[in-house]
């Protein structure tokens, strides 16, 4: 028997197991009509000026005028939450999302095609409950971005000991206690990256693991790296790992301590950042030059 003209398609709904790997039937069913689909694109990469490179920028992101158009080839942030926290502006949820509008639209200027949005984000308040993450994914797909997947990161062993159960061991009031948050992964026009002569840095056993979307790793101390909100260096080792190449460059447009930066430097990348607290610039820069003088008296030993 000749298997020459025959299709593969993944099997059909309720049945265990997948047929083969042949998805263009279910792609070009009518549940995708409208939805923004990947693109072949010509790909273009522009070269950052050197003196802007590995720096961090004290000014709004919303204007990112000292990077060219498809220059950047991963985006990893967690925007300030806007929950009154002493970094926070007191804007409405409107004027917190038009604000992250302008941000995300002049990062999706400056990503390659193909590039990655990574962004860390959390769901606020109970009464009612704000699902902060699907606001942003509308904003970002409004933009024209297409989504990859959506990361749980499970903070269970670090999630604070809170009682707020709203009414103890009754149908009244009970209150979830959120010990997740969400890392949405966004490409700009296209799902594939150009690889050319870069570098894999991952390992197997990591690819295995974190191409799982429940990613589970404690939170870090706030008092420890002296900023309110900081995510813990586990968080951009994975995105950086499994979504960018060796000397790519990584940007963080609200970059906080500068966690996200110091690890692409850990990590053989290049990194940008920008933040309009001149205080978080200062501890951002004095962490990376912290690790950097360990490295040279490392390399010097």
Request: some cysteine.
């Amino acid at each position: 028997m000749s298997y020459k003209h025959l299709g593969t398609e993944t099997s059909s709904f309720g049945t265990p197991g997948r047929i083969n790997h042949d998805s263009t039937k279910f792609y070009n069913s009518r549940l995708y009509e409208g939805v923004a689909q990947d693109k072949k694109v010509e790909y273009k990469e522009i070269k950052i000026d050197k003196q802007n490179l590995n720096r961090i920028f004290c000014k709004s992101s919303e204007n990112m005028s000292e990077l060219p158009e498809n220059s950047i080839h991963l985006m990893i942030t967690s925007p300030p939450y806007n929950v009154t926290k002493e970094y926070d502006e007191n804007l409405s949820l409107e004027e917190y999302l038009n604000f992250l509008t302008k941000v995300m639209s002049e990062t999706y200027r400056v990503l390659v095609p193909g590039g990655r949005a990574c962004i860390n984000i959390a769901n606020l308040g109970r009464k009612p409950y704000i699902p902060m993450h699907s606001y942003i994914i509308q904003k970002m797909l409004d933009i024209g971005y297409l989504m990859r997947g959506e990361i749980i990161w499970n903070k269970a062993s670090s999630a604070s000991p809170s009682t707020a159960w709203g009414s103890w061991l009754s149908a009244a009031n009970p209150v979830l206690r959120d010990i997740h948050e969400y890392i949405l992964i966004f490409s700009k026009e296209t799902f594939s990256r150009k690889k050319g002569k870069k570098e894999n840095t991952i390992k197997k056993e990591q690819f295995l693991e974190w191409t799982k979307s429940v990613w589970t790793f404690p939170a870090v101390s706030a008092k420890k790296i002296g900023h309110p909100a900081p995510f813990p260096e586990e968080l951009p080792y994975r995105l950086i790992q499994l979504y960018s190449f060796k000397d790519d460059v990584v940007l963080d447009p609200f970059v906080g301590s500068g966690t996200t930066c110091l690890v692409a430097l850990k990590t053989g990348r290049n990194y940008i950042g920008y933040d309009n607290n001149p205080d978080y610039v200062k501890l951002a820069e004095k962490r990376i030059m912290a690790y950097l003088q360990q490295r040279r008296l490392f390399e010097d030993s």
